[in-house]
């Protein structure tokens, strides 16, 4: 282990490693928001391994987003790209009330009813997730049954932009 000094004058301990890529960036300079698929992890083009928020970045937090349209009725039936792609729909419409897009993602969690064809859900949300320049971080797990009747599909996200604040 490896003390580091950290901007506010606290020490940390780090492995040797970790200490060469920290010393590297300093936390100071961190202005952007990172998506990050380290070496030595499974490199998907799906997902993100790990994401980097710096501060002063505006963070938006969506609650889980099932297929109900604005009347409150679920779209989609037992069609589960359907239901998806209601989902999707609802999350690019949360978003966007922040101010957000879908390229602002940095995690998403899909909760998927069992039984439900996750090829076909997956595909359906990979269409809206592809248009982001990185993909966010993924996670999923399936469930016995979600608080709406009838829906299959659930997904609760994370988005970050950058500091809005005007040049000087």
Not at 74 to 81: E, H, K, P, S
Not at 140 to 149: C, E, K, M, R
């Amino acid at each position: 282990m490896r003390p580091l000094s950290c901007v506010s004058g606290c020490t940390i301990s780090a492995p040797e490693d970790a200490a060469a890529s920290w010393a590297a960036r300093s936390l100071l300079d961190m202005t952007e928001i990172q998506l990050l698929r380290p070496e030595g992890l499974f490199a998907s083009p799906a997902f993100s391994q790990v994401a980097v928020v710096p501060p002063g970045a505006t963070m938006v937090y969506v609650g889980g987003q099932n297929a109900i349209d604005q009347n409150g009725k679920l779209v989609g039936g037992t069609d589960a790209a359907a239901q998806t792609r209601q989902v999707m729909a609802n999350l690019a419409t949360a978003l966007a009330a922040a101010g957000a897009a879908i390229e602002h993602l940095v995690s998403v969690l899909v909760l998927l009813v069992e039984g439900v064809d996750v090829q076909a859900a997956y595909a359906a949300a990979a269409a809206t997730l592809g248009s982001a320049k990185t993909p966010p971080l993924v996670s999923a797990a399936i469930v016995s049954g979600l608080g709406v009747p009838g829906a299959m599909v659930e997904v609760s996200a994370i988005a970050a932009m950058p500091d809005r604040a005007p040049a000087e």
